[in-house]
């Protein structure tokens, strides 16, 4: 008994190759991309939160500035007391 195939073609075919050999046709137009001002702003208002979160708490310069400040002994007296006394007062809205 012999067994005759059904279709006339090779069950495996070897691969054709096209004439354009995997160059890239350059066209003329250009991709482009628009953002809108939302987008934009957006954008700005998260750069500026990523450097706010990266930045020191702490500011040396002022820090030192406020220590010579306080070991001065004529720094503190009467008149910046009150002050400071006012400026809290002030923040808490009792004055």
């Known amino acids: 008994m012999t067994i005759d195939r059904i279709n006339p073609l090779e069950?495996?075919?070897p691969g054709k190759k096209s004439g354009r050999g995997g160059q890239v046709e350059r066209g003329k137009e250009?991709?482009?991309?628009?953002?809108s001002s939302e987008a934009?702003?957006?954008?700005?208002?998260?750069?500026?939160?990523k450097l706010v979160a990266e930045?020191?708490?702490?500011?040396?310069?002022r820090v030192a500035e406020?220590?010579?400040?306080?070991?001065?002994?004529s720094y503190i007296?009467?008149?910046?007391?009150?002050?400071t006394a006012d400026r809290i007062?002030?923040?808490?809205?009792?004055l």
Not at 55 to 61: N, S, Y
Not at 77 to 83: K, M, P, Q, V, Y
């Open 55 to 61: 930045a020191p708490d702490v500011r040396i310069d």
């Open 66 to 73: 406020l220590r010579a400040k306080i070991n001065d002994p």
């Open 40 to 49: 934009v702003e957006k954008a700005e208002l998260y750069q500026s939160i």
């Open 77 to 83: 007296n009467d008149t910046i007391i009150r002050a």
């Open 30 to 35: 250009q991709d482009s991309i628009s953002l």
């Open 11 to 13: 069950p495996v075919q």
């Open 89 to 94: 007062m002030d923040s808490f809205g009792l």
